[in-house]
């Protein structure tokens, strides 16, 4: 490998960058008191109490977390209007690197993925880089933990149809683990304990990432031009989103993330975050530090970190490795849930994940920005119970003060200049300053956009981006009081020890059907009318101040359905809503993407109902696909860091053999899920049921057999 250059970013002396962390969460800290103390007047001014304190120290957690969230708009506005020399993205002359003699890896952990989906993506990706002429830096590994044997056979065959197709033999290459343990980022340590060497960076990619090659040779350049720099995070732009829940997540993450990541990287610098994909890594510093440890206690708090990402990143940081987020290189990708329902159920995961992270807190030797990212990341969903329990406490005291008949004892404000405010109108100007605070970084990103007009295009024009302002934020209200009780339900469930499984994340589905939403959803409504009904009784004025989180639950039902509808979807992009740049003017590898995606759609039957276990049968009866099977089998056979793995299953003993001859003599649905899995991780065995299923009379097969041989002859005919 060439040796790495000493050009790096221009460094921000400590002292500098700790004054840019005082004044971002002084500036928070200030608004918060200010208003609190508004809020806390108002309190005074109706009679003090002990759930007047609950009430007040609740109002300060949130809104000093929603101040945050303002200030990130605040400070990136004005660092977009008038730059910044401390970005990596501001080295001079980065892009005239080399990087002759430098080996990149880029990997992609899957788990029962679409295989047509991801392996299209890993193409678009792949021809982008070709185009590049950097091609030869760079390898593509497979990292598939699938355990949907259908999954595992259709990811082999498909992955040796492509290396043909782009022949790239010796360039892309696929590994199944036997045992996916530790979920992801066992895999990512299994393929660097098995290859990581070989490698000065790997990028990690998701199953539905695709980078622009030019972005992934920048990416190596600035870690080249950088020494000190352990990891490089880009932003990635949501994309393909054609439901209208996703389209309006698409949209606000095009238009709102660049303003409030600019204001995140103010703070952050060279000591920012990992999230886990679309990032580029130094392979060693990685392997020698952030080998993630088995947290204490039982699950769903103790054992293994699920959001292994941002530990990862304050992991690197202890080490003195600087993280950087790359937030103005464009070319990252990815895609994201189409409906309410799969969007909560990713966050469920997340929830558990970042609340293990109370744990890593106190590990030793993390940088107080490290932890200040687990804060924010623990909050981002504490957050929701501590908004329940303040609209709870807040009915309580009204319906206490009605239910005791007591009336307000006026206590003049300590305030001079509300003494002559009655205590309406005070409730209204702290309403007026949360919804500022709340919708300022909304309007400086419109306003962001009003200043650039080449992207006001992209967006299709500043009036239809406003608009797709207001119906994001119509959406958003709805949305809100339902993310409230799931992250609330979240909490509590892990807080009552129940973890929560590893299941494949569903893109792009058709949509959320009525029966599956009520399913879902009526808690929801049941809570929304009850509640409703309860503030009616206190007051119709108070009912009529919590409408808006009151409709969000009561309309779950067709909110729920409706906006995962691509139909809609559709027609508001048909009407200029919700427009992205990757929609008016896409990038070839997004255009590249979608094509190849219609293509499969018009020649392959997506609806044809597959038989059970039809992967197991190709696997067996195709030649060509058991080849490729056997083949990836014996190659892992000679790895002796697989030894064991496959001593566990058993390959090659007289008991998996066994398990053969019952699978062609009674069918596979005879045998349990680790049997088949048992069996076909036997290359022997696999070999020895191809040359049997073919020559063995009918009357010794099993009926099934009888009928996928029959099948599969009539389709090779």
């Not at 001079?416 to 300022?440: D, H, R």
């Amino acid at each position: 490998m060439a040796d790495a250059p000493t050009i790096s970013v221009t460094p921000l002396p400590r002292a500098r960058r700790g004054w840019r962390l005082f004044l971002f969460y002084s500036s928070a800290v200030l608004l918060t008191g200010l208003v609190s103390m508004l809020f806390a007047d108002l309190l005074w001014r109706t009679g003090w109490s002990t759930s007047r304190t609950v009430l007040l120290s609740l109002f300060v957690i949130l809104f000093l977390l929603t101040a945050i969230g303002c200030m990130h708009g605040i400070y990136g506005f004005f660092i977009r209007i008038f730059g910044t020399k401390h970005r990596l993205t501001a080295l001079k002359n980065y892009q005239d690197q080399k990087i002759d003699g430098v080996s990149t890896a880029i990997v992609f952990p899957i788990y029962n993925e679409d295989p047509v989906r991801f392996f299209e993506g890993l193409r678009a990706t792949y021809e982008s880089l070709e185009r590049t002429g950097q091609l030869d830096r760079f390898d593509f590994f497979i990292l598939s933990d699938s355990t949907n044997p259908d999954r595992w056979v259709e990811e082999e065959r498909r992955w040796s149809d492509l290396v043909r197709e782009l022949d790239a033999l010796g360039k892309i290459y696929y590994r199944r683990r036997l045992f996916n343990e530790e979920r992801k980022s066992g895999n990512i340590r299994d393929f660097l304990n098995t290859w990581g060497r070989r490698y000065r960076y790997f990028v990690c990619c998701d199953a539905d990432s695709v980078m622009r090659g030019e972005t992934l040779v920048d990416l190596v350049k600035l870690m080249e031009a950088s020494p000190t720099v352990g990891l490089i995070q880009t932003m990635p732009a949501l994309v393909n989103a054609e439901s209208l829940f996703g389209r309006i997540q698409q949209f606000a993450n095009r238009l709102y993330a660049p303003v409030f990541i600019s204001g995140l990287n103010y703070w952050a610098l060279d000591l920012g975050n990992y999230w886990g994909h679309n990032a580029i890594i130094r392979t060693e510093p990685f392997m020698q530090f952030c080998d993630l440890p088995q947290l204490p206690g039982r699950k769903p708090f103790g054992g293994q970190i699920l959001s292994h990402d941002f530990v990862e990143a304050a992991l690197m940081l202890r080490e003195n490795w600087e993280a950087w987020l790359a937030y103005d290189l464009e070319g990252s990708y990815e895609e994201a849930p189409q409906s309410l329902i799969e969007n909560a159920q990713r966050e469920r995961r997340w929830c558990q994940g970042n609340l293990q992270h109370g744990l890593v807190l106190f590990a030793k030797g993390l940088r107080g920005v490290s932890r200040m990212h687990l804060i924010l990341g623990i909050f981002g969903y504490v957050a929701s119970p501590l908004w329940l329990a303040f609209m709870l406490t807040f009915n309580w005291i009204y319906w206490y003060q009605k239910f005791t008949g007591l009336s307000d004892i006026p206590v003049e404000s300590f305030n001079p200049y509300l003494k002559n405010w009655s205590g309406t109108e005070q409730a209204f100007l702290v309403f007026m300053i949360c919804m500022v605070v709340i919708m300022l970084p909304k309007f400086l990103s419109l306003v962001d956009l009003a200043r650039d007009w080449p992207r006001r295009r992209e967006f299709g024009g500043l009036l239809n981006a406003a608009a797709g302002v207001v119906g994001e934020t119509i959406f958003s209200t709805l949305h809100a009081p339902l993310l409230m009780l799931w992250h609330t339900r979240f909490v509590i469930t892990n807080l009552a020890g129940i973890s929560v499984g590893w299941t494949t994340q569903r893109r792009n589905d058709a949509g959320t059907d009525w029966l599956y939403a009520v399913q879902r959803h009526w808690g929801h409504t049941l809570i929304g009318v009850v509640w409703g009904w309860f503030t009616w009784q206190l007051d119709p004025t108070l009912f009529w101040w919590f409408t808006p989180m009151l409709a969000g639950m009561v309309l779950s039902v067709p909110l729920s359905v409706l906006t995962s509808r691509r139909s809609l979807g559709a027609r508001a992009r048909s009407a200029g809503l919700f427009l992205t740049p990757e929609e008016t003017k896409p990038p070839m590898e997004i255009v590249s993407l979608r094509s190849r995606l219609k293509i499969h759609e018009l020649t392959e039957n997506a609806d044809a109902p597959r038989r059970t276990h039809a992967g197991l049968a190709e696997a067996v009866l195709d030649p060509y696909v058991n080849a490729v099977h056997v083949m990836l089998l014996r190659e892992k056979e000679l790895n002796p860091v697989y030894a064991e793995q496959f001593a566990k299953l058993g390959a090659g003993s007289d008991a998996v053999r066994l398990l053969g001859e019952k699978i062609l003599a009674d069918g596979p649905d005879k045998l349990k899920p680790s049997e088949r899995v048992a069996v076909m991780a036997d290359q022997r065995v696999m070999v020895w049921l191809h040359q049997q299923a073919w020559l063995r009379p009918e009357e010794k097969l099993a009926p099934w057999w009888k009928a996928m041989i029959r099948e599969f002859s009539h389709r090779e005919n």
